[in-house]
């Protein structure tokens, strides 16, 4: 047998149907890097499964799939030897990485239909790596590839009226003919979303907002197309359009945008976009998924 494989017990561990999960935080996954750790704060297996014995940790990020995709994850850590899986909604499990032979990182490509999934990070519930063991940080990566535009969660706003706007956003570097998150620096990036205003604000006058997330700056697009630093904390907001607001609110933020010719060879982005109304110029509804752009050399994303 292999010990650098998932063995017996952690195998069904994973198959048998989870009666606790009402009981662990499901975390929403966002496409590209986010840094999270597997330690006592979290459930454990045992906590979840019928029965068993596996104590190891675990993290569970909901994953909602609107049209057929292909989907890249890894976990990478120096510590924690970690073990990825995708599971169904009813916790079938579908995917598992085994072959984390030579370092503490896994990682898993899946083509996935249109439904509800879970991406677990999990460990050995006995370590078999020296270096690498059953707590401490670790860094997810999630990517994607689709020949449809992605949706961008559920509707939200800053004062927490209720709405019934969608939102949809995509990045491509083809001109279309397919959309992920993931591109290189001599990519041509068109980067554009979609608001379907809640019907009852159809009509009024109102403003349409933009922006930008970097891990240490906020921008904002402005009326002239030009993105704006704004502070960590925009006050005022910078505004992208003033208008009355129709059914379908198109928004191009960027066109034949090469990375490389503004000196860009890595970089990653989450953009937000959302509307308000100028009866109320302090509450703006947006979506809870941001829109993700993730740049990196061709060397290390394969292409």
């Known amino acids: 047998s292999n010990i650098f ?19 662990c935080e499901v975390k929403q996954l966002r496409f590209g890097r986010s840094d999270a750790s597997l330690d006592a704060a979290d459930c ?18 909901r994953l909602e799939v609107e049209q057929p995709a292909q989907f890249e ?9 970690t073990v990825l899986l995708v599971a169904t909604e009813d916790l079938e499990y ?34 078999i790596k020296a270096a690498c063991g059953g707590t401490g940080p670790y860094t997810l990566t999630a990517n994607f590839s689709s020949a449809a535009k992605p949706g961008l969660g559920q509707a939200m706003s800053l004062l927490g009226s209720y709405s019934m706007a969608s939102f949809s956003g995509s990045v ?37 907002l933009v922006a930008a997330f970097l891990p240490d700056q906020l921008l904002m697009l402005n009326e002239q197309g030009e993105f704006v630093d704004t502070g960590l904390i925009p006050d005022p907001f910078v505004v992208h359009a003033r208008k009355t607001l129709e059914p379908e609110e198109a928004l191009d933020i960027a066109r034949d945008l090469i990375p490389a010719e503004l000196g860009i060879d890595a970089i990653e982005v989450d953009f937000l976009v959302g509307y308000g109304l100028d009866s109320d110029p302090l509450e703006v509804y947006f979506h809870n998924l941001p829109l993700n752009l993730t740049v990196q050399p061709s060397a290390t994303n394969g292409s």
């Open 5 to 23: 494989t998932l063995q017996e017990d952690d195998i069904s561990g994973v198959a048998t149907l989870y009666s606790g999960l009402d009981n």
């Open 172 to 208: 491509s570097g083809d001109g279309g003919q397919t959309y992920g998150n993931l591109f290189t620096p001599e990519d041509s990036l068109t980067i554009s979303a979609n608001i379907s205003v809640d019907m009852t604000h159809v009509g009024k006058s109102g403003f349409l």
């Open 73 to 81: 994850f890894s976990a990478t850590s120096e510590s924690l030897d």
């Open 94 to 127: 579908l995917e598992v990485e085994t072959e984390s032979i030579d370092d503490c990182n896994s990682s898993i490509s899946t083509s996935l239909s249109a439904g509800s999934y879970l991406l677990m990070v999990n460990t050995f519930d006995v370590p």
């Open 44 to 61: 454990t297996v045992q906590e979840m499964t019928v029965g068993g014995s596996d104590t190891s940790y675990i993290d569970l990020y």
